[in-house]
């Protein structure tokens, strides 16, 4: 809405570069997976759980088909000191295991490919499919 609201009050949008990503959990993916990491800790299986196969966007490809629709110009600013470029819900050293369809838990390890949990490396939607997703379209 913060795009919405400065489109229309000043005629531009911002973004920062370089070319940030994003996941895109909608709230019904959210309440899966909370209800999926409490199944599996009230069954006694404690621990970290991150959702795999999560789709990223790129918010450079959302916010020119925003300015688009929306007929507005974007301006580029530089990343925040405390803004990241992509999201990582996977660090080195860390070992997803898949415990549930939607569901992988953190272990200790190395040698898996984790890309999957990495938002500039993940299946990427289009940014109509980002704008459908949200209710823009």
Aim: glycine content about 6%; charged content about 25%.
């Amino acid at each position: 809405q913060v795009w919405k609201i400065n489109a229309d009050k000043h005629g531009i949008i911002q973004v920062r570069t370089p070319e940030p990503t994003r996941f895109l959990l909608t709230f019904k993916d959210a309440v899966a997976i909370v209800e999926d990491a409490m199944r599996l800790v009230e069954a006694g299986d404690e621990g970290i759980y991150v959702p795999h196969n999560l789709r990223a966007f790129s918010l450079h490809d959302v916010a020119e088909w925003f300015a688009e629709k929306y007929s507005c110009t974007i301006e580029v600013e530089s990343l925040l000191p405390y803004e990241k470029v992509n999201e990582r819900l996977v660090a080195d050293g860390e070992l997803p295991v898949s415990v549930s369809p939607i569901l992988s838990k953190i272990v200790p390890g190395w040698g898996q490919d984790i890309s999957m949990f990495q938002s500039d490396k993940a299946e990427r939607l289009s940014a109509e499919a980002v704008a459908e997703i949200l209710g823009w379209i």
